[in-house]
């Protein structure tokens, strides 16, 4: 009988929200994982990084809320995958050791004689303090900052929070978990000799798109917080650091700060999209309204793979193009080499970079990077009696094949990809648009929009426009625009040039004026 492997443990710190925050060891580890037990602090966004294969447990508490595993179910959780050989991540919002309860897991896992690692986190009062504009340390202020919870274990028989010393003996205090008790901790900090006049800053869901600050002091925070609807997950900094938050405040001040936007370009190709707009504030909500697949036969593209040398001309029109072609001329035994007889154009910039990575540089990009730009740009080379294949989806406008045609051009249309409505999140879209929330959606092709209305599920003219009013409408070039103003609905942003990098600076520019 084969002896079971050793497992390991893992407690990895997740940081403060941002998923960009997580320290290289643990993306790296969370790479490796078989079993991963997370906290309802940790951005589910790290999960992308866990293999397909691993076994996803959550394991969130939440105040007020009944917690999904005890510490004591979670504890023999990770010793039982342990025993079992597996790989173990522990992954835990924050630092796992700073009010996170990793010292009690790590102690469990050392009285099991289970092996465990641990991987700091940035913790949750930097992070705070940092994205809220606020230097919990500045040479002008203060050299000195404590850390302290406002919810301590119910059960002790006391707290353990000197007060008396701690009120004064800290220039900058930062409090985890106190919005439930802060009426509590301001009159404990000011009993004991904390000025009334100090100024406070409570920041809530630090580092992420949701991220909501409010300032005040000892004698009114209170009340502001109150007054401003602040819930848990939130931290207090108290000092008069706070004072540089009017001069340093820089992520709230970012031009799409708050701004909750749709996008609905491919999964595998929102990534550059949703980069752009994130790096600039934006909360993107990523809504795939195209899924790409290969087409049921590449009987047409086969033929034409035998007789390249016979064209005069290949055009790629999509990214999309260029990758399902090239994955069946590979298939097929064949590579970039067997492209030296036709001339190869694209029809944008971002297209031709893709092609330089198959190892082909474009001979032709047009001025304007659409279909129609393209056929212009044909048309002043000569096209009569040229042959010209075009790898493109299996629907797509027949204006370029057309256009070239009947220029007197011999083309041939090989099918290499479809575009398919993915499937689910139907729901889910629809309400997001119910709730008001959603400031913008963004459309990159004319098959986002139908896919887009598809999803909507809209009943009639009227039904759609309800739904949209007051949401902004970015769309990447003309076509696709005529698209959406088809459907009675307004486009409200689109770049001069079509690319992805020029929309985002488009939104960015709508916004900031």
């Given at each position: 009988?084969?002896?079971?492997r ?18 290289v ?12 037990v997370?906290d ?8 992308k990084?866990?293999?397909k ?5 959550y394991?969130?508490k939440?105040?007020g809320?009944k ?12 010793v ?31 009285d ?6 641990v991987v ?26 404590a850390?302290?919870?406002g919810h301590?274990?119910p ?6 929070i000197?007060?008396?010393?701690l ?7 930062v ?6 008790n802060?009426p509590?901790i301001?009159?404990?900090l ?5 000025a ?5 800053a ?7 798109p ?5 300032v005040?002091?000892l ?6 917080v109150?007054e ?5 997950p939130?931290?207090?900094?108290v000092?008069?650091?706070?004072n ?12 799409l700060?708050?701004?909750r936007i749709v996008?609905?370009?491919?999964r595998?190709q ?12 934006g ?6 309204t195209?899924?790409i697949?290969p ?6 593209l ?15 029109t ?10 069946r001329?590979?298939a097929?035994?064949?590579?970039a ?8 154009a ?15 540089r ?5 001025d304007?990077f659409?279909?129609e730009g ?6 002043d080379?000569?096209v009569?009696?040229r ?5 493109r989806a299996?629907?797509?406008?027949e204006?370029l ?5 009947g ?6 249309v ?5 575009n398919?409505?993915p499937?689910?999140?139907r729901?889910?879209l629809r309400?997001?648009?119910e ?6 959606v963004t ?19 009227s ?7 007051e949401v ?5 070039g003309p ?23 020029d929309?985002?600076y488009a939104?960015v ?5």
């Amino acid at each position: 009988m084969s002896k079971i492997r050793k497992g390991k443990v893992y407690l990895v710190g997740a940081g403060p929200g941002d998923p960009g925050l997580i320290t290289v060891r643990g993306k790296y580890i969370l790479e490796r994982a078989q079993v991963v037990v997370y906290d309802y602090l940790a951005n589910p966004k790290l999960l992308k990084y866990v293999p397909k294969e691993a076994k996803l447990i959550y394991a969130g508490k939440k105040g007020g809320v009944k917690h999904t595993h005890t510490q004591e179910e979670i504890n023999q959780m990770l010793v039982d995958w342990a025993e079992t050989g597996k790989t173990v991540v522990r992954l835990k919002g924050g630092d796992p050791f700073i009010f996170g309860r990793g010292g009690e897991e790590v102690e469990v896992l050392s009285d099991s004689g289970v092996d465990f690692e641990v991987v700091p986190g940035v913790t949750s009062a930097t992070a705070a303090a940092t994205y809220a504009g606020i230097p919990i340390t500045h040479r002008d202020y203060t050299a000195s900052v404590a850390f302290l919870t406002g919810h301590e274990d119910p059960t002790k028989p006391g707290s353990n929070i000197n007060w008396a010393k701690l009120a004064t003996g800290a220039g900058t205090l930062v409090v985890y978990m106190g919005i439930k008790n802060l009426p509590l901790i301001v009159k404990n900090l000011v009993d004991h000799g904390r000025a009334p006049q100090t100024p406070v800053a409570v920041v809530r869901w630090a580092s992420t798109p949701e991220q909501r600050s409010v300032v005040g002091t000892l004698d009114t925070i209170v009340d502001i917080v109150r007054e401003a609807g602040i819930k848990p997950p939130a931290l207090i900094i108290v000092g008069e650091v706070v004072n540089l938050r009017k001069k340093i405040d820089w992520f709230e001040k970012r031009p799409l700060f708050g701004k909750r936007i749709v996008v609905t370009r491919t999964r595998e190709q929102a990534s550059e999209l949703m980069a752009g707009l994130e790096e600039n504030g934006g909360n993107c909500i990523e809504y795939s309204t195209i899924k790409i697949e290969p087409v049921d036969s590449y009987e047409v593209l086969d033929e034409e793979l035998e007789r390249l040398e016979e064209y005069h001309w290949i055009l790629f029109t999509s990214l999309n193009g260029v990758k399902y072609f090239f994955e069946r001329l590979y298939a097929r035994g064949m590579d970039a080499r067997s492209m030296k007889g036709p001339c190869v154009a694209a029809v944008g910039k971002a297209t031709a970079d893709l092609l330089l990575e198959y190892g082909v540089r474009a001979d032709l990009l047009p001025d304007v990077f659409t279909g129609e730009g393209l056929a212009e740009s044909l048309l002043d080379q000569g096209v009569q009696g040229r042959n010209v294949l075009i790898p493109r989806a299996e629907k797509a406008r027949e204006i370029l094949p057309e256009t070239l045609r009947g220029a007197g051009a011999q083309v041939t249309v090989a099918p290499v990809y479809k575009n398919v409505a993915p499937v689910g999140k139907r729901e889910q879209l629809r309400e997001e648009l119910e709730s008001g929330k959603v400031d913008m959606v963004t459309f990159t092709s004319s098959s986002t929009v139908r896919n887009f209305l598809s999803m909507v599920d809209a009943e009639n003219d009227s039904d759609l426009k309800r739904l949209m009013h007051e949401v902004t409408i970015a769309a990447i070039g003309p076509i696709t625009a005529k698209t959406v103003t088809d459907t009675g609905l307004t486009v409200d942003i689109q770049p001069e040039t079509y690319t992805i990098p020029d929309m985002v600076y488009a939104i960015v520019d709508y916004y900031s004026k």
